[in-house]
């Protein structure tokens, strides 16, 4: 029998940095700063609220124009968030300024 080759994920979908731009940008940063601040509380905050979240962010993506099918949506929409959240903004006061 030969062999095949079953994907297990999607393609990573051409329009991903549009979809982590359009978080980084309000309304949906509030969003954004609102879950860093959680995390920042409780890291494990993102493992207990995942389905929540994850209906928020793909509502979110929806929303700013990304059209992935379900199965694309179901796959990256944590990647994106991680990635948006990895490149937010701080909004706290930086411990190491100075001023």
Do not use: C
Not at 65 to 77: A, E, F, P
């Amino acid at each position: 029998m030969p062999y095949r080759r079953v994907d297990l994920h999607p393609p990573k979908p051409a329009d991903f940095e549009t979809a982590v731009e359009s978080l980084l940008r309000p309304p949906f940063s509030d969003l954004l700063n609102s879950i860093r601040s959680e995390i920042d509380k409780d890291p494990q905050y993102l493992f207990f609220h995942e389905s929540s979240i994850g209906i928020k962010i793909q509502s979110m993506l929806v929303r700013s124009g990304i059209n992935w099918d379900s199965r694309t949506m179901g796959y990256y929409w944590a990647r994106v968030l991680r990635v948006a959240l990895d490149r937010l903004e701080p909004t706290g006061l930086d411990p190491d300024s100075t001023d």
